[in-house]
Structure formats: C-alpha cells, structure tokens
C-alpha cells in the first residue's frame, strides 16, 4: 500500500509501487487533468505538482512519490481561479487541451517562486504544444504574470526612472483504490 496526499486528501494505493504516478491518479483515482502524451519524460502533459515541485508523473512511480503531498490541475484552485487558469481562458488557449493542464502546473510551481520568468526558464520547461498554440501560451504567460505582479508605484515627477537622460532604463482509502 502507498501512501501520499492528492490534492488535499490522504490516499493509499493498492497497486504495484512501480506503477506510475500518472496511472494511479488517472485509472484508479479518476483524475484524468494529467495526460498522458509521450510517457518517455518529453512532453510534460503529465505534470503535477508533488511538495512544491513540477514533475512528470510518468517518470514518477508510487513509490518515489509515497509520503508526498500532490496537486494535480483538479485541485490548483477551488473554481478555476488560479490566475494561470484565468489566463488560459482569457487569451482561449486551448486547441486540443492536451498540453493545457501540464503546462498549467509546470508553471503554477514556477511561478510560485518565479512571478514573471525569463525566456530561459520558460525554454527549459519540457512541457510542448503540438497543436501551434504556442503564441497563446506566452500570451496567456504574460498575462497570468503581469496579474500576479504587485501593482506598479507611480513615480513622482522627475526622478530618475523618468529622466531621459537615466541610464539603463529598463523582466486512494480514502477511497483506496
Ligand atoms: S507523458 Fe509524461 S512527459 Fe510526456
Ligand atoms: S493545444 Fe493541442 S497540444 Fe497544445
């Protein structure tokens, strides 16, 4: 039996602990958010969130994840709230829908420490869309950014950021399955 907490409520698995955390959660504890795409660490349809980190729950078995708190895109927010999921819905990402929800949780960990990431960190997220919706997805990024930023402070007249002359100026028993 493998213990873990998903999405708020303590499970315990009766499946082999080799299995992966993305069939545990999709066949026995109905949570299909998490896709599966590739299933060889190269898509990152699959990502959850265990203790605070992005993984891919492909790559991840029961065992590696027993003890681990999990979030998966059904329990990020309580009505769809979450500014990423706003975002998403605003700019109408979705084509498919299969690289949503992993893109989703990949960055609502990043951007838990990362508010507004850089390009880099954006590349290095193995999440891909097949579908072109890719140009959504940096829009809905930025637009999910600039709503988590704290609100801009207007500058007095005359100091230096307004200066032309300024340098730089301006980045499962319960249910057990
Ligand atoms: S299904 Fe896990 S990375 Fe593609
Ligand atoms: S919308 Fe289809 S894979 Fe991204």
């Known amino acids: 039996m493998t213990r873990m907490t998903v999405n708020g409520e ?7 602990p080799e299995t992966p955390l993305l069939f545990a959660l999709r066949d ?21 969130i265990a203790d ?16 681990a708190e999990i979030t ?48 880099d960190q954006l590349s290095a997220l193995p999440n891909i869309c097949r579908c072109g919706a890719t140009p959504r997805i940096m829009k809905a990024i930025a ?7 704290p609100p801009a402070t207007p500058h007095p007249a005359g100091t230096a950021a307004q200066r032309p002359e300024s340098p730089g100026g301006a980045a499962a028993e319960a249910p057990a399955q």
């Open 10 to 16: 303590a499970l315990q698995y009766r499946l082999d």
């Open 28 to 48: 026995a504890s109905n949570l299909t958010g998490a896709k599966h795409g590739c299933y060889s660490g190269d898509c990152g349809s699959c990502t959850v």
């Open 52 to 67: 605070g980190q992005a993984v891919l729950s492909c790559q991840l078995t029961i065992a590696a994840a027993e003890g």
């Open 72 to 119: 998966t895109i059904e329990g990020l927010s309580a009505d769809r709230a979450h500014p990423l999921q706003q975002a998403w819905a605003a700019e109408q990402v979705s084509q498919c829908g299969r690289c949503d929800p992993g893109f989703i949780m990949a960055l609502a960990a990043l951007m838990r420490a990362t508010p507004n990431p850089t390009p």
């Open 143 to 149: 637009r999910a950014a600039s709503a988590a930023a």
